[in-house]
Every structure is written in C-alpha cells, then in structure tokens.
C-alpha cells in the first residue's frame, strides 16, 4: 500500500487527486495539505512539514502554485518523501537545486506538464512529425485562472520538436486544458490536437505516476519514460 499526501488538496486539480488516490486499491490516502484546510480535521494540514511527520507518506502529490511548490517539494525530498509535481512554472534554477536533491537523496523526483495519456501521446507525435515538416506553431488554450503562459505542456511540446516553434496562449472560462500543434509543409498542412475536457483526464496519469516514482532514481521529466519505458 502507497501512503499518499496531496499538496494544494483544496484546489480544483488537489481535489480530483484525492478522490482518485481515495479509490484506487494499492493507496492510503493518508494527509491533504492546503493553508486554506481546517487542522482540527484528522488528515487535513495547513503546512508539509507538519504533515509528513504525523503521517509519514511514502509519496507527496503537489499541484500547488509557483511560487509555494519549491519549498513544498524541496520539504518532501529531504524528509525522503517522493515527489510527483504537476505545478508548472518552476524556474531553471529551482529545478536546478531540486534534481540535485532528487540525484542524492534517498527521495525521487517525477515533474511532468501534463499527466494526460491522450497529451503525452500528442506530444511523441508532434515531435516526430517535426522531422519531416519544415514549420510548426502551437496554440494552447487553458481556463483563465491558470496563471503561467505559456502553459508548461506546450513548452515542453516547442522544445522536444525540431526547429523555432512559436506558441501561442489563449485564456478563457470555459476553457479547461487544450493543445494544437499545426505543421505545414508544401501544398498540405498537419494539426495534432488534445482536448481535456475535465480533469478526470489527467488522473490515470497521476496514479501511473504515483506507482512509478519509487522505483525511478533521481529525476523523471514528463509522464513519457513511464509510459514508453
């Protein structure tokens, strides 16, 4: 059984999170972490720290904000708690001091931008149709809440494809996770597309990951190398 802790547990991606590790078979959900949680309920906490030592989760779950995710997840790779992250906006250098925690520690790190099946699959076949069309450019569109852009999903798609791809954001309600990846070539144009269209989509993904992370070394980028192996 995986002992289990999400971080931002109130938010709209923690909380289909902890309904998803609640219903799977081989995990515990054991600690929901969110400064808005009331701590007089037994499993809710205000602060990581204070969770992973009444609880002692084996993995942390963190789709937090940018600007709380690096402590969070530095907190949990050195108590020796692995670390999915679905929060995007990291900057070089926090991912920086993260992998080196992650490379010797006794904690694993797994960062992906999209947990979605569908979006990592769009994602392999953007980047292969990239070898043999001459230009490409991405349109994403997300809800008009998320706050970075471009979205860390179309920036990983720019930079496993060949050649200068531009991006384009669009945010709107209604939105919830959207990619268009248009190539063109001579006389023909390509577009590979993923549609989220709740957050159930990316839970499979989050789970995977959840299974896989203890057995990865160091760190994993992307939901690819479980997938494909």
Do not use: W, Y
Not at 121 to 144: C, T, Y
Request: hydrophobic share 45%; with cysteine; glycine share 10%.
């Amino acid at each position: 059984m995986i002992r289990v802790m999400v971080c931002g547990a109130a938010g709209r991606m923690g909380q289909a999170v902890v309904q998803a590790v609640g219903g799977a078979d081989d995990m515990e959900l054991v600690a929901q972490v969110d400064p808005v949680l009331a701590s007089d309920v037994p499993g809710h906490f205000g602060a990581v720290g204070d969770a992973i030592a009444a609880t002692s989760p084996d993995v942390s779950v963190d789709f937090t904000q940018p600007h709380v995710a690096f402590g969070t997840v530095r907190a949990c790779l050195e108590a020796g708690v692995h670390a999915v992250v679905g929060t995007t906006g990291l900057d070089d250098d926090q991912m920086d001091q993260l992998t080196r925690l992650a490379e010797s520690g006794p904690a694993n790190l797994l960062v992906a931008p999209n947990f979605a099946v569908g979006a990592v699959l769009m994602m392999r076949f953007a980047a292969e149709a990239s070898r043999h069309m001459p230009k490409a450019e991405i349109i994403e569109l997300h809800h008009d809440a998320k706050l970075d852009a471009p979205s860390g999903t179309a920036a990983r798609t720019a930079s496993l494809m060949q050649g200068d791809v531009p991006i384009h954001s669009v945010r709107l309600p209604g939105l919830v996770a959207h990619q268009e990846v248009i190539l063109g070539g001579l006389g023909e144009t390509l577009s590979i597309r993923h549609d989220s269209l709740s957050r159930e989509s990316f839970m499979p993904g989050v789970l995977m990951a959840v299974r896989a992370v203890p057995g990865r070394p160091g760190l994993t980028l992307g939901l690819e190398p479980v997938l494909f192996g």
